[in-house]
């Protein structure tokens, strides 16, 4: 039971995958210039009259994620002329004109067909101006697995649009209180759903942190073993939770270089924080920053050869970049008296961060070479804990502009700032996971 | 935690991946399955969890309870400080009388943070703060090994509004004694 087949499948209809727009590369700012298209409740091509839900889930998956992105502006579906149930999903089966007189750029229809408990779905993308198909997909699953084809071809339409797939697929690591009075963490799809509670025990859960393959999570968890916090890796394939290293003071949270070979944490000594690296066994093999001040929050850069981290050694905490060749850590940060929780990009020219603005916390970006920091939020509330999409194009981070904290993600210039989580707690620290596919 | 863990788990993670197959024609992505390990039965951290001295913070907040007074007086810091204010110093002062007619007794220190600002660098601020009350105490005559200390950030706030006044009571280090044996 705990096993279900991988039984879904992908054919591809052999159409060109080279992008076919440009216009909607990088940034749209003015949501009036963002991409108008419509996405058809999908036709039932099956017998069944059971299929109603399916025919608009579907269809509400691909808009959701659409509408999490930016990029396009989705028509109403009361504006639509065509029913999906008498009309044809392949070219020259519809009428392109139902579509054009609404507006509608390009378009999503499709059509599913249900066989006890397994689903085949056909998703196309058309150009409704060139009345051509841009691509077309048919996948296999389980009816229950319908959200993830969805998100699949969401990912594709973005491909077609912008020559990098989506992140629809991926995952959120993050910690809440919405179980109680403790932090635990927990996992959900970037969407909200299939939200899974990976820490229960009644003590203080933290920082979650996910490996570059995306099957495992560190997270530091007080008094398994010692009193302080020790790091612990869940292994979400497994199940199995493993101690990773506990004792000698506070373990604050582990990140995977990005080739997997060392891990680095902020150890405490003494009351003194410093930052190490460890073997995939968890063994300390280096200590990277030796001094009085605090360093802590270590992110690396994509070619791992560098860390930034937060330290106070100038008096308040900043952010400093250091080459693990050797060398002096370099300071990044000189405006604000408050900069911590430093996230590398994907793309390896930016590092965002949390900085106090008037009593307040903001998201901003940096060039990692130095300059002008750019201040990504500017809403009531706290915004804290920036964190990548695997494409560098998006930021999780956790607000409390609506009163409790939750989870956010946002264009990677800001914009499009749109709420993900919404459990009755407060749901803080997001870790985006890397692709899965 | 873990055997309590929902099977749908397991069966979430494994539709991350959705297995590309051969089609008919052109397949133009390669499979990429999963290294799936059958969880044979959930295993177990690797020893259970003993439970914090119910005197601590951690303890009290298990139990659902504010914590509780003791014979040593909390002290309190500034914002982003770890220095010993000259006020704290004259509580560390009163403390070390207590544990110096209170030989046996062992004591943990405890590091807290305001909610202002990041969890990670509050943890390595309150160990500061811990710390520097160790030290403290130990130049008055206190032997190290029986002051332990721990950090909680701003994990467990006495005070849960949004003021001045509330942020000042949570900077704070505050001393549980959790034996009365002598250190060994």
């Known amino acids: 039971m705990i096993f279900r087949a991988l039984a879904v499948f992908l054919c591809f209809w052999g159409l060109s995958s080279q992008p076919l727009y440009s216009q909607v590369k990088g940034t749209i700012v003015n949501p009036a210039e963002r991409y108008p298209m419509a996405i058809s409740p999908l036709k039932n091509l099956g017998t069944g009259e059971d299929g109603a839900k399916l025919s608009v889930g579907i269809a509400d998956v691909i808009i959701r994620d659409l509408e999490l992105s930016g990029w396009f502006r989705i028509l109403d579906r009361s504006a639509y002329i065509e029913d999906p149930q008498k009309t044809g999903i392949t070219l020259g089966d519809f009428d392109f004109r139902d579509w054009s007189v609404i507006g509608a750029q390009a378009l999503v229809k499709g059509g599913f067909h249900l066989q006890g408990d397994e689903i085949t779905v056909e998703l196309r993308l058309f150009d409704v101006y060139q009345a051509n198909q841009m691509v077309g997909k048919k996948y296999t699953g389980k009816v229950r697995d319908f959200r993830r084809i969805a998100h699949k071809f969401a990912d594709e339409i973005i491909f077609q649009f912008t020559g990098v797939p989506g992140v629809f697929n991926t995952r959120i690591a993050y910690v809440s209180t919405a179980g109680g009075r403790f932090k635990q963490v927990y996992v959900s799809h970037l969407d909200g759903t299939e939200r899974v509670q990976v820490t229960k025990d009644p003590t203080i859960n933290l920082f979650p942190s996910w490996s570059p393959d995306g099957q495992s999570i560190f997270y530091s968890t007080y008094g398994y073993l010692e009193r302080a916090p020790g790091l612990y890796r869940f292994n979400l394939f497994t199940g199995r939770d493993a101690r990773f290293l506990t004792g000698g003071g506070l373990n604050l949270g582990g990140k995977w270089s990005p080739d997997g070979k060392f891990v680095a944490i902020p150890l405490e000594r003494q009351g003194n924080v410093n930052i190490f690296l460890l073997d995939p066994a968890g063994k300390i093999v280096r200590r990277v920053t030796d001094d009085a001040a605090i360093d802590v929050s270590p992110t690396w850069s994509p070619e791992g050869d560098r860390l930034a981290f937060i330290s106070n050694r100038s008096g308040s905490p900043q952010i400093y970049i250091l080459e693990l060749a050797g060398g002096k850590a370099r300071r990044l940060t000189y405006s604000g008296g408050y900069n911590t929780s430093p996230s590398w990009s994907p793309s390896g020219d930016k590092i965002a961060y949390t900085g106090r603005v008037n009593g307040r916390f903001q998201i901003f970006t940096i060039p990692v070479q130095g300059g002008d920091p750019q201040q990504l939020t500017s809403s009531a509330g706290d915004n804290e804990d920036a964190s990548w999409s695997p494409d560098g194009r998006f930021l999780a981070f956790a607000s409390s502009r609506q009163g409790r904290y939750h989870i956010y993600v946002m264009q990677a210039g800001g914009e499009n700032q749109q709420r993900l989580t919404g459990s009755g707690g407060d749901d803080t620290n997001p870790s985006w996971s890397p692709r899965f596919e | ?184």
């Open chain 2, 1 to 184: 935690m873990v055997d309590r863990l929902s099977a749908s788990l397991y069966g979430m993670m494994f539709f991350a991946f959705l297995a590309l197959t051969g089609c008919p024609t052109p397949a133009t992505t390669k499979p990429e399955a999963p290294s799936a390990v059958r969880p044979s039965a959930a295993q177990k951290a690797p020893a259970s969890r003993p439970a914090p001295p119910p005197s601590s913070s951690l303890g009290a907040a298990q139990r659902g309870t504010a914590p509780a007074g003791g014979p040593l007086k909390d002290i309190h810091f500034d914002f982003d400080k770890y220095d010993l204010r000259a006020d704290a110093r004259d509580v560390l002062k009163a403390n070390a009388g207590w544990l110096k007619a209170n030989g046996s007794a062992r004591v943990e220190i405890e590091g807290h943070c305001d909610e202002r600002g990041t969890n990670e660098y509050n943890l390595a601020l309150g160990a500061k703060r811990a710390q520097a009350a160790r030290d403290y105490l130990v130049t008055l005559g206190i032997a190290k090994g029986r002051l332990s200390t721990i950090s909680y950030g701003e994990e467990l706030p006495v005070c849960k509004e949004q003021n001045e006044g509330c942020w000042q009571k949570n900077r704070r280090a505050r001393s549980v004694v959790v034996s009365a044996r002598p250190a060994s």
